[in-house]
């Protein structure tokens, strides 16, 4: 398998984290998780409001030096902000990488009960808020090619489709 950068998408709740990390099993990609960065950097005390680009600059940051050592890497994060694909592709085409993204989709009416029920960090949503997170000032709908999922579906059938997609 060519060694591989894969971008989740999705809705907070949508299942991208319950995914990439079934995915980082199947093929020891390096799991990269923005939440993660995010957390710690409201731990550290960075405010609210600029921990989530603070920690996509780290995400990056570390996802292209690990690509720049031939590893195969899945980043976790919503992926609303074309900037995010962008910053992406580059890493991928700058190291030889094949460049994937997997936006996980469920019913609307199925995330608050998801978001409910799932162990967050700090910086993740526990509620679904009545925002439209494409309406957000720089967000986009996913224009890039990509692999649309419905995570209703048994995760081992979605794994399968997953995995055929990246190459495996």
């Avoid at 199947?26 to 990269?32: G, H, I, N």
């Avoid at 608050?112 to 709908?141: F, I, Y």
């Amino acid at each position: 398998m060519k060694p591989f950068l894969l971008q989740m998408a999705g809705m907070p709740g949508s299942g991208k984290s319950t995914l990439a990390q079934h995915i980082a099993s199947e093929t020891s990609a390096v799991l990269l998780d923005k939440d993660i960065i995010q957390s710690a950097a409201l731990r550290a005390g960075a405010e609210k409001e600029s921990a989530g680009g603070l920690a996509y600059e780290v995400l990056f940051d570390i996802a292209a030096d690990l690509a720049s050592y031939g590893h195969s890497l899945i980043v976790d994060s919503a992926a609303f902000f074309p900037l995010i694909i962008t910053k992406g592709t580059c890493i991928a085409n700058d190291n030889s990488l094949a460049y994937k993204v997997i936006e996980c989709m469920c019913p609307r009416d199925l995330l608050p009960n998801r978001l409910a029920s799932r162990q967050s960090r700090s910086s993740q949503w526990r509620a679904l808020l009545d925002v439209d997170m494409e309406a957000r000032p720089g967000a986009e709908p996913l224009s890039h090619p990509h692999l649309s999922v419905d995570t209703t579906r048994p995760i081992e059938e979605i794994l399968t489709e997953a995995l055929e997609y990246i190459g495996r």
